[in-house]
């Protein structure tokens, strides 16, 4: 009944009266937007909750206070603003090579996700040749927590990609991680259906589950029995 009540209430935007000096918006990739003056919109509180969540004047200063931390060293910060440059979110433009630049930063500052996103940028047929930094800095970031980091390790040890033997023991190990929700540092975003993956690794044949080495001792044992 409070919480009735209070929705009826009409309020100000937080930002109603927020009138800093603003940098060029462009910038930011803003594309043209100009600030004067804090936003004017006055409406209920379900109201305001959908409005601050399109509000420019909202993006912009989360943009700002983002970068003011990552400018300040903040691994996380320059996750985030790495996130939003990939997506194109809080206003900003779509940009690729932004994104992987604050994913490097990020990774530079050891923040989890961001060696993540990082490693994931490396994995790409494009960045072939730095593979071997992919790898490492994917399995830094799956053994702090990172669950895209673990998916990205179960998927490369299942299909035996990026130079990784194929491994299903590894695989289950790293995406049952996922799956049991033992992991610390969870992206927002879609990641590869770790559950099926790990439903699809259950239902191997026993003779079909590849640890490499189990493979090689029955070609030693088929070769020596020939002799």
């Known amino acids: 009944a409070v919480e009735t009540l209070l929705d009826t209430i009409k309020m100000p935007c937080s930002f109603h009266d927020w009138d800093e000096t603003s940098p060029a918006i462009s910038g930011f990739g803003y594309n043209g937007y100009i600030k004067s003056k804090g936003c004017q919109f006055i409406g209920t509180k379900s109201e305001l909750r959908q409005h601050e969540k399109d509000c420019i ?69 494009r960045y072939m040749s730095l593979n071997g930094l992919a790898l490492v800095t994917v ?7 990172s669950d895209l980091a673990a998916c990205l390790l179960g998927k490369g040890f299942k299909e035996g990609l990026w130079g990784l033997p194929m491994d299903h023991v590894r695989a289950r190990f790293w995406i049952k991680k996922v799956v049991d929700g033992e992991c610390k540092y969870i992206h927002d975003i879609e990641l590869i259906d770790a ?16 640890p490499v080495d189990r493979q090689a001792r029955l070609g030693r044992f088929r070769y020596g029995a020939a002799r």
């Not at 399995?139 to 927590?145: D, P, R, T």
């Not at 559950?195 to 590849?210: I, V």
């Open 57 to 125: 004047f909202y993006k912009y200063k989360s943009v700002k206070e983002e970068l003011d931390d990552a400018e300040g060293g903040n691994g996380e910060a320059m996750y985030e603003l790495g996130m939003w440059y990939k997506y194109g979110e809080n206003g900003l433009a779509k940009d690729a090579a932004k994104a992987r630049e604050w994913f490097e930063r990020s990774a530079a500052a050891r923040d989890p996700k961001g060696m993540a996103a990082f490693g994931e940028c490396l994995l790409r047929p």
């Open 139 to 145: 399995s830094q970031a799956a053994e702090l927590g």
């Open 195 to 210: 559950a099926a993956m790990l439903r699809e690794l259950d239902l191997l044949p026993a003779a079909e589950r590849r």
